[in-house]
């Protein structure tokens, strides 16, 4: 995949600046880039700011806990750039998250999340594991 020449701070600008009501086409041609990679980014960094992203990578390098619970919260929101943050520190991508029924790959399948799918099982997750539905 190739790599971008934005800065994860100046895209979460560009993003910030389409929510503030400046239309896709506008920003993509003042930056260089087009829509369908604006749109692309808002797929993996929407809704999060420079601050929140940020943090969790000092939390991360201070060594915070990472489990299931927290990997599945990040999934359900769609944050694929945390995903990828968090995957490296979780140790059991099997493990049920607390008070829910589903393992992290089974709510990635629910959320249409290809990507993070594909990264799952890379880490070693289960694909034959059963919840009581089925």
Not at 5 to 13: G, R, S
Not at 86 to 92: G, R, S, T, V
Request: glycine residues 6%.
């Amino acid at each position: 995949m190739k790599k971008t020449q934005f800065t994860e701070q100046q895209i979460v600008a560009m993003l910030k600046q389409h929510e503030q009501g400046l239309r896709a086409v506008d920003i993509a041609r003042a930056n260089g880039i087009s829509e369908k990679t604006l749109y692309r980014w808002k797929s993996k960094y929407g809704g999060m700011d420079i601050k929140e992203l940020k943090r969790v990578k000092e939390l991360l390098e201070a060594g915070a806990e990472v489990n299931s619970s927290i990997l599945t919260l990040a999934i359900y929101v769609k944050s694929i750039t945390i995903v990828k943050l968090l995957l490296p520190y979780c140790e059991d991508v099997n493990q049920l998250p607390v008070r829910l029924d589903d393992t992290p790959l089974m709510s990635a399948a629910w959320k249409g999340l290809d990507t993070v799918i594909k990264l799952l099982i890379e880490k070693g997750a289960s694909v034959n594991y059963k919840n009581r539905h089925g």
